[in-house]
């Protein structure tokens, strides 16, 4: 039934209950569109960040979360140019640096047990009780693919 019928019906019915209709009719989305499900900003996000930068899917979501969790030090873009860097000693290295194209299996090390993991300072932190595993499989894949890009 379109909202034009559902008013139609409703006539008789007192002002005030005819006021309330229409209120619930406009919050409910008769005349709107329908709203995004939850979730959806996030993937639009992600989309968008994947065709900019030429990234798969996993890569996009790890560069999302290399934004949230690692800029701080690692820069937005993984340069080691983050807010903090300046204060640690050692610096946050170039990620994108073609020397800093690390195995998997490295990294997996260094995020989720830190850098302390792989016999360097203890600055970098761990990650692996606070990340998922799938959240820390896609930040591996980006960091691979920050090297991968410099190196092209
Ligand atoms: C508090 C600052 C800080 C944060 C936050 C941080 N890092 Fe680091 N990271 C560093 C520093 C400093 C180093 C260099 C450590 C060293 O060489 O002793 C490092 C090293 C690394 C390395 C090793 C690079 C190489 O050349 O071996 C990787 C990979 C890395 N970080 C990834 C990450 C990821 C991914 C995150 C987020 C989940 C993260 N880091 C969060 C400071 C940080």
């Not at 194209?101 to 989720?112: F, G, K, M, S, T």
């Amino acid at each position: 039934m379109s909202c034009r019928e559902r008013v139609g019906t409703q006539r008789h019915m007192c002002r005030s209950a005819l006021v309330a209709l229409l209120v619930t009719a406009s919050l409910t989305g008769c005349h709107q569109k329908a709203a995004a499900p939850p979730g959806e900003p996030m993937l639009a996000a992600v989309r968008g960040d994947q065709r900019a930068a030429g990234l798969t899917y996993a890569e996009a979501q790890g560069r999302l979360l290399f934004q949230q969790y690692c800029a701080t030090c690692h820069g937005d873009e993984g340069k080691g140019d983050g807010q903090n860097a300046s204060n640690l000693n050692p610096a946050p290295p170039d990620l994108t640096a073609p020397k800093a194209a690390p195995d998997a299996v490295y990294l997996r090390r260094v995020i989720a047990q830190g850098s302390a993991a792989v016999g360097r300072s203890p600055l970098s932190p761990p990650w692996g009780r606070s990340l998922r595993a799938q959240e820390i499989d896609d930040l591996v894949l980006y960091c691979r693919a920050l090297a991968r890009r410099k190196s092209k």
